[in-house]
C-alpha cells in the first residue's frame, strides 16, 4: 500500500475518473494482484469511519456481544419462565404482561446460553 500520482485511473470507491492526482495504491495479494486505486478524499472518509467506531467502543465499550449480555441481564428473570396460562387464571389483564414477560426471559435466557453465559437454571412451572 502506498500513496502514488496516477496517470490515469478510477476511484474504486466513488467511481470518480482520476487524472494526475494522488491516490492510495492497494495491491490485492487474492485478485492475482490486482491494484484498486481509492482517492484521497474517499480514503479519508474510511479513515474517517474507522476513527469513529474505534471512539466509540473505546467511551462506551460497547461491542455487540456487550450489548447482548446487558439485555440478557436486564431481561432473564428466571423466576418468570415458570409462569403459565394458569398463572393468570381468572386476570385477563394479567395474562398478556406475563405472557411478555415469561417468553421474553426465556428468550434472554437461550441468547445468554448461545453467548456462553453462567445464568441459573430456568424455573419450570409444575403441574
Known sequence: MEIRITKRCICKVCDKQLENEKIIYIKSFRLHAQPFHICISCWKQINKLVEENELEEA?????TKKKLEKWVKDN????????TYERSAGNDSDCFEDGYESGTSWAAYKVGCILGMKLKDPDWPEY
Open 76 to 83: 432473564y428473570k428466571q423466576y418468570s419462565t415458570e409462569w
Open 59 to 63: 467511551v462506551y465499550g460497547d461491542s
